[in-house]
């Protein structure tokens, strides 16, 4: 090829490599429903090979935000594409959907190969949790878009629901109605959501990325707030094929203030158990360094709770002993309130 196109900062064969890197971590996540392999103009998906009948699709878009920084301020890049996968496919979940495929965008200003690499392994587990493939993304090489050693991230997920499955059951027979329960599911930290002022706090604390975390024993300040989302898919896949489930709220920006309802008619308001809202340790530490009012602590950040269900308090058992098997520690957090 010709020099003049790497003398301007892009070298187009290092990004080849990384494609052929790519194909065995995209390998890995393939499922029913995939056409085709890594590396066409386009992802191909067959619904019905996936065992839809009548499917609806459901599709999200979602990047990192700033927890970027820690992964560029530690060189911890591994875990930073589960939270990419996460934060979109949580989303597809709270219409009922199931994720199908998942796409990423990786920009950089240099093309570190090892660096896109440890990021994209990260995709690929994302998607495996998830139960997605990942069908295709867009590496950019940009020079002067980015500082050094910096890269920005989006990923794209597509599920699919049958269509009288979709979610939230806002109205109607077995639709959501007062005195249904709201169960909570444990975050596994801050996901993906506050991190700017997260680094602040931390910068204001005085302590630095690679510093014992006050709030997490036996890791750094920096591996303790990059632990990555957690996803919910396997969690919540046998509740919404039994039907159990008429409202998911994925907690992210906004906090349990704004997004539990966004999934509740108009009717209805969420009505909480206090006693069961206790904060983490890492969002008591939160709280306390940047001397957060509890009204901004449940908006900005998850704080502690990553996702609500809302279910008749009839099958509130069976539901919670579903969650359990599947390793989640659910927790009762209050009920619907007639406005």
């Not at 139960?131 to 020079?143: D, F, H, K, R, Y």
């Amino acid at each position: 090829m010709s020099d003049a196109y790497k003398k301007a900062g892009v070298d187009i064969d290092a990004g080849d490599r990384l494609v052929k890197a790519i194909g065995p971590l995209a390998k890995s996540t393939m499922r029913p429903g995939v056409m085709g392999s890594i590396g066409g103009f386009g992802g191909l998906f067959d619904l019905k090979d996936a065992g839809f009948t009548d499917p609806i699709l459901v599709s999200g878009t979602d990047g990192v935000g700033t927890k970027l920084k820690i992964a560029f301020d530690t060189g911890l890049h591994d875990t930073i594409g589960i939270d990419l996968v996460a934060m979109c496919a949580n989303d597809v979940l709270a219409q009922g959907a199931l994720p199908l495929f998942f796409l990423d965008y990786f920009a950089t200003g240099k093309l570190d190969t090892g660096v896109a690499e440890t990021v994209i392994a990260g995709i690929a587990e994302g998607c495996r949790q998830a139960g997605c493939a990942l069908i295709g993304g867009e590496t950019a090489e940009m020079p002067g878009m980015y500082g050094q050693g910096e890269y920005d991230l989006a990923g794209f997920c597509v599920g699919a629901a049958e269509r009288d499955a979709l979610l939230p059951l806002q109205a109607g027979p077995g639709g959501m109605k007062a005195g249904d329960v709201m169960i909570g599911l444990p975050s596994s930290g801050a996901h993906s959501n506050g991190y700017s002022l997260i680094r602040k706090i931390v910068a204001e604390s005085g302590l630095g990325w690679q510093d014992a975390a006050p709030f997490a024993e036996g890791k750094t300040v920096g591996e303790a707030l990059i632990t990555p989302t957690k996803l919910y898919i396997n969690a919540l896949k046998p509740l919404l094929a039994a039907r159990q489930v008429k409202g998911f709220a994925h907690i992210t920006g906004g906090g349990l203030t704004d997004n539990v309802p966004r999934v509740l008619p108009e009717t209805l308001t969420p009505r909480y158990d206090e006693s069961a809202l206790s904060l983490p340790p890492v969002f008591q530490w939160l709280q306390q360094q940047g001397n957060l009012s509890l009204a901004d602590m449940r908006r900005t950040f998850n704080s502690g709770i990553g996702g609500v269900l809302i279910v008749d308090p009839a099958h509130a058992g069976d539901v919670i002993t579903s969650l359990e098997t599947a390793g989640e520690e659910p927790v009762v957090i209050g009920d619907l309130a007639g406005t």
